[in-house]
């Protein structure tokens, strides 16, 4: 008789040769066949916002990683109970493997793009993985050889091993393979951005403050944050990139990339900001992006005078909804590059959209591939469906980036600052308060860094004199050129942004 983990640990291996075996047969195929990117597509899609709204408040850009790490845990989870239940009662645990790979296939059917014939990897990695549960619970296994020595307990336990070291390489290496058939990073790279008929006007250096460790005016392509639930990053050649422009318009129209020559390239910096950004979080960035203004692109389809929601989709299925008058206002673009390079693959590439003033989840669609004209009455985007806001005007906010929470401060003369944003608007003024054992002092005027426009963040800093030692707190607000200022009312990220003033405690040695 086995013991119970040796069963639980059979079930597992049977699970990795299926998983391998299916990311191996799947390298073959195309994207759509990936089993893996299906299941984990359709737990995100189908997780309830507020646990989605968490995970990324928690991890941030390591939400995946997350998820990933859940999905694993859950299939070692169900896995160990199949080997349990298989070596009890044939053919239950085989039964189970065989109902998690039709959920499988399912999640395959489910996804953009995929036709039948994208199970097949799938369904060949589960009939392998119920092999592999069958030879591990059989008993001949336990066929006793003592001539030659061999403890059955000590072979079932190679075998096990064995079968789930044959699973995970047969899956990294499946991995691998799709990952270099499908790379766009050969066509990115042989691609020169066209030449810029209206270049963004310089950025002069007194927008940043001196004498302060503050992030970057402009972020760097790589620091930039990223937030989208793609669970592997949409891999689109500029040759198989269209754009279809449909719904409430007089012609449709299909453009493909070469299509884009005719359309005027202009540059504008835009600070994007995630509605999921709690106060004080880091998910937004700056950059200068290189494009099309959506509204020459719009303008050859004739847009519907009732028509008031643009429904952009990307090419897996993920989809926007942006005021119509938002795109054909002239500063929302179809960018192609980023701070001087095609897009990076996992911020859009070939191509996506860039519209100032609105959160991401309600405007900034990568991979774009399709723009539905249609009305807010009558669609939903992605984020809208699951309890977030149609529309997503981005909040007035700031943030205290010097000094760090816990960060200790030496008695004498420091220079705090942070960042403050209101796009459209832009900001007029940033006040700090301090609190320490001996009060609180008034708001106080923090120094600006030069405006760039309303559409970029605004970095602030603030020179002070610590003489007291013991706990202090920093706080911040902003106040946009509308007059508006910042109240220390907290609302959360759900359903349309967060608010609140920032505050930071530090220590005065
Ligand atoms: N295709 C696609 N585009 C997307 C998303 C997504 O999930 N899928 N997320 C949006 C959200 S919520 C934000 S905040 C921005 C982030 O853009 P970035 O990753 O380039 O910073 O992309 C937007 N575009
Ligand atoms: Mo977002």
Known sequence: MTPLGTKALGGVAAAAVAVGVAQLVGAAFGPEADVRTAVGSAVIDNTPGPVKEWAIATFGTADKLFLTVMVLLAIAAIAALAG??????RPIGSTIIVVAGGVGCAAVLSRAGAGPADVIPTVIGAACGVAALRLLTSHRLDDQTPERGTDPDR???LVTLGLFGVGVAGGVVGVVISRLASSVAGDRDAYALPRIAEPAPPIPPTVQPEGVALPSFVTSNADFYRIDTALTVPQLSRADWRLRIHGMVDREITLSYSDLDRFEVVEQAVTLTCVSNPVGGELISNAVWTGYRVAD???????HADADMVLSRS???WTAGTPVEALTAGDALLAIGMNGEPLPVEHGYPARLVVPGLYGYVSATKWVTGLELTRFDRAEAYWTRLGWSARGPIKTESRIDVPRSGQDVAVGPVTFGGVAWAQRRGIRDVEVQIEGPGGTTAWQRATLGQSYSDDTWRLWSFPWEATETGMHTIT???TDNSGYTQTPDRAD???????GWHSVTFAVK
């Open 476 to 478: 911040v607000r902003a």
């Open 84 to 89: 349990i239940a298989e070596s009890r009662r």
């Open 297 to 303: 692109i719009l303008a050859g389809a004739g847009v």
């Open 493 to 499: 990220p759900v359903p349309d942004g967060a608010t």
């Open 155 to 157: 072979r079932r336990s």
């Open 315 to 317: 090419v897996d299925g």
